[in-house]
């Protein structure tokens, strides 16, 4: 079989792509320089090619990804001026909205709080690391984090956490 062409069009796919792929293709690539005499200057030379080539590509995925940004931009700019045009958007009302940010969400009051470490959840979303913990090898029971009196709630709510 001739090596040459078992390499010819050779992509990364799983193996490649592994350990064993890798160290095998480093073995190929010793047997063959042992086999037809390259040098270590040929082969450094080999691998500076390849890394000048690795840089190009790299080079020209950054400036494809530049113009598609830059696309982007130039498309919200249009749909941007499109608004203004047709709602008759004054430069004071984007300049307000940027300054004022988005209104702050509302504290969240406390349901759950662990006793020792202090750590706190609302209720919503999914359930924390720390109360699966609490709950499952720490031997505490819902009832024992539930805050359940309003006074608890307030100072809750008072402190942020």
């Given at each position: ?53 690795r ?21 919200a ?13 004054t430069?004071q ?34 359930q924390?690391e ?12 819902v ?19």
């Open positions: 079989m001739n090596s040459s062409k078992q390499f010819v069009g050779l992509r990364a796919s799983g193996e490649e792509v592994s350990s064993l792929g890798r160290a095998r293709a480093i073995g190929e690539i010793r047997a063959q320089v042992e086999r037809y005499g390259i040098s270590d200057t040929q082969l450094r030379r080999l691998l500076a090619e390849v890394e000048r080539e840089e190009a590509q790299a080079r020209e995925a950054r400036r494809a990804e530049e113009a598609e940004f830059q696309r982007a931009r130039s498309r700019l249009h749909v941007a001026r499109q608004l203004v045009e047709f709602w008759r958007i430069p009302e984007l300049i307000r909205v940027k300054e004022k940010g988005l209104p702050p969400e509302p504290a969240r009051r406390v349901k759950y709080r662990h006793p020792v470490t202090s750590d706190a959840w609302d209720g919503e979303g999914p924390p720390w109360l699966r913990r609490a709950l499952g090898f720490e031997g505490y029971r009832s024992e984090l539930l805050i359940e009196s309003a006074d608890a709630q307030r100072i809750v709510a008072v402190s942020g956490t």
